[in-house]
């Protein structure tokens, strides 16, 4: 929490006020009754019992009873009041926060935990020059065919994490310290919609300021639905390279469908498709096709890219290939085993869909339009293979590690050793019983340094 020096002082001259606002991370604030609910990073929110008279107005909580008072008894007093609400707010944040889009207990991470380990928050690293950025989990919508099963309609997902953001940047600067700082790509993405994190800007500008001295960028995937003039104008003047867009339909009621979100308006990300393609942050749509389900529509999702990119091209060069990045980046729906599935879909393989996207290279040229249709997109955004971190585990030794948190999914939790978060799974005890223990483990996983185990008996 960041206090304002100034503020306080300002509050000692009146005891009886307790300002909020000196609190960035408290975003907004309401008096229910008797009940104060505090949002937490826009999207959290903590419930503190007041069990005196209380006043809130503009983020400012007064108590009634002390209006006017700042004798010594008074100051006493009030001071272990805003003690005990700030007690309460610690403990509810180390406890777990409430996420309001998803309705799941979130635990707020911070150090020592560590960042490496997990797929649900932190970073990832994959031996090549994108360092993968998970700063939350949890999703504004509910894309029926979801391949991390997020959203509020899910049925895996037990809890979300958030990261804090300064520790997750002094994080990345040591793996990108590791990896030699040039040409990096910070790429936000994760399980859940990363344009929720907040404070997003700083977030990108933080990772900027690593990365653009050594000609590497930062770039996000969203689905657009948070996303508004004003968010993109900060995230431009933040330097935010690149917003890969997940646009999946362009008719009204199947785009809904898709989203599985009543509130989603294909109108209004078009929008902001455009306003992005304008700015200069390059914009990549990103459309996924469902094979037998939404052909059409992800068709017509390449013809507005394609359309927009030939009304005003964009120039925005990347500095990692010095070229420009394409306008589509076309994606093929693939089943995952906590994914969800739209049962109408056909699977297909990677052969025929590159089949269907040089069809459509082909009669774009027959219109006198080349557009890059190449999949996968490494070589257009410059990833290469670069040195990864080492991995401290070997597949199935039997290591001790302290149990941290409840996990992502039913039956698993979160522990750490050396370093690195393991996800422990299949665990038959109960989950309250282990936090704070030190188990053995098998593990199963090391793979791109994100680990995974079971508990030995
Ligand atoms: C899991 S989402 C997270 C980021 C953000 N919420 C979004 O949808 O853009 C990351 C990417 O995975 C894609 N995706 C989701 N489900 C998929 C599936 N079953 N197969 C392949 N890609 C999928 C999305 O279209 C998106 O581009
Ligand atoms: S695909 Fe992305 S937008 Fe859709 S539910 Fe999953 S995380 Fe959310």
Not at 34 to 48: D, F, G, H, P, R
Not at 175 to 187: R, V
Not at 412 to 419: C, D, L, R
Request: glycine share 6%; charged share 25%; with cysteine.
């Amino acid at each position: 929490m960041t206090r304002n020096a100034n503020k306080n002082n300002k509050e000692c001259e009146k005891c009886w006020i307790f300002d909020l606002n000196q609190f960035k991370m408290i975003t907004n604030s309401i008096l229910e009754e008797n009940t104060l609910v505090l949002e937490i990073n826009q999207n959290y929110e903590v419930s503190v019992l007041m069990d005196y008279d209380v006043f809130l107005e503009n983020g400012i909580l007064t108590f009634k009873d002390f209006v006017n008072d700042n004798s010594k008894s008074a100051q006493v007093l009030t001071g272990s009041l805003k003690t005990g609400i700030l007690n309460k707010m610690s403990q509810s944040i180390s406890e777990g926060l409430l996420n309001k889009t998803t309705n799941r207990r979130t635990y707020y991470i911070t150090e020592p935990t560590p960042l490496i380990g997990h797929t649900a928050f932190g970073l990832i690293d994959r031996g090549t020059n994108v360092i993968q950025v998970r700063g939350l989990s949890g999703c504004n919508i509910n894309c029926p065919f979801c391949s991390v099963d997020e959203g509020i309609h899910s049925k895996s997902r037990k809890n979300d994490y958030y990261v804090d953001k300064d520790y997750l940047v002094s994080e990345y600067e040591k793996i990108a310290d590791f990896k030699g700082y040039k040409k990096l790509e910070a790429h936000l993405d994760g399980q859940g919609e990363p344009s929720l994190y907040y404070p997003l800007p700083d977030l990108v500008q933080n990772l900027n300021e690593i990365n653009s001295k050594n000609n590497g960028i930062v770039s996000i995937q969203t689905n657009g639905v948070h996303l508004t003039e004003k968010l993109i104008d900060d995230l431009e003047v933040a330097g935010l390279h690149r917003i890969n867009l997940s646009i999946n339909a362009m008719d009204e009621k199947f785009s809904k469908g898709l989203s599985g979100s009543k509130n989603y308006d294909i109108e209004k990300i078009m929008k902001i498709a455009e306003y992005i393609k304008n700015s200069k942050i390059h914009l990549l749509i990103a459309p996924l096709l469902l094979p037998n389900y939404n052909d059409e529509e992800f068709k017509k999702v390449l013809d507005f890219a394609v359309e927009l990119e030939q009304k005003n091209p964009q120039n925005t060069i990347n500095p990692i290939t010095n070229k420009k990045n394409p306008i589509v980046g076309p994606q093929l729906c693939l089943t995952y085993q906590f994914g969800r599935k739209i049962p109408k879909m056909r699977v297909w393989d990677f052969p025929k869909f590159y089949n269907l996207l040089d069809v459509y290279h082909k009669e774009y040229l027959k219109d006198g339009i080349n557009v890059d249709l190449e999949v996968p997109l490494h070589g257009f955004f410059g990833s290469h293979g670069r040195k990864r971190l080492p991995c401290p585990f070997k597949l199935n030794e039997t290591i001790s590690v302290t149990v941290l948190m409840d996990g992502r999914v039913n039956g698993e939790v979160i522990g750490a050793s050396k370093n690195r978060v393991i996800q422990i799974i299949d665990c038959k005890t109960d989950i309250n019983k282990l936090i704070g223990k030190r188990v053995k483990v098998k593990v199963l996983r090391v793979k791109d340094n994100v680990i995974v185990g079971s508990m030995v008996k």
